[in-house]
């Protein structure tokens, strides 16, 4: 079991989820208020700089880079775009949690990276918070 009270975060990576401030900012509060429990990223990305491994813990930070909870990772797998099931999309807690809410908004999240395809593969992890820091 993790103290979290004897785990110095300035030692632990920090990063944000979206790829904008204000998308930064959305995302953290659906982590913090518990509606976003999944994450995913281009698997592209992820061999480029790697993602923390399972059981890892990391500060996530909002729009700002001010640190607003800590996660630990809790299970990681690869899939293509296509095949993200209601479960999945519903674990992402974004907008109405439905498929094609997911579908429509991981389009235009990838297509500004210049990386969407519909087979494109994707690396899901699953985590859980640990705490939320002050200041929040």
């Known amino acids: 079991m993790i103290n979290i ?3 110095n975060i ?3 990576p920090h990063s944000s989820f979206g790829d904008s401030p204000k998308l930064a900012d959305e995302l953290v509060e659906l982590v913090i208020q ?12 992820h061999l480029q700089d790697p993602a923390p491994p399972t059981g890892s813990l990391q500060v996530i930070t909002d ?10 990772s809790t299970h990681q797998f690869i899939i293509r775009f296509c095949d993200v099931d209601e479960n999945l999309a519903k674990l992402e807690g974004e907008g109405d949690l439905s498929l094609a ?3 429509q908004a991981h389009r235009e ?7 969407f395809d519909d087979k494109m593969w994707l690396l899901f992890e699953k ?10």
Request: net charge positive.
């Open 10 to 12: 300035t030692t632990l």
């Open 101 to 103: 809410y997911w579908q």
């Open 63 to 72: 729009g700002q880079d001010r640190p607003r909870c800590v996660i630990q």
């Open 109 to 115: 999240f990838f297509g500004r990276l210049g990386v």
């Open 34 to 45: 518990g509606k976003k429990t999944a994450t995913c990223g281009s698997l592209v990305e």
């Open 5 to 7: 009270n004897d785990i």
């Open 127 to 136: 985590f859980t918070v640990i705490k939320i820091l002050e200041n929040s």
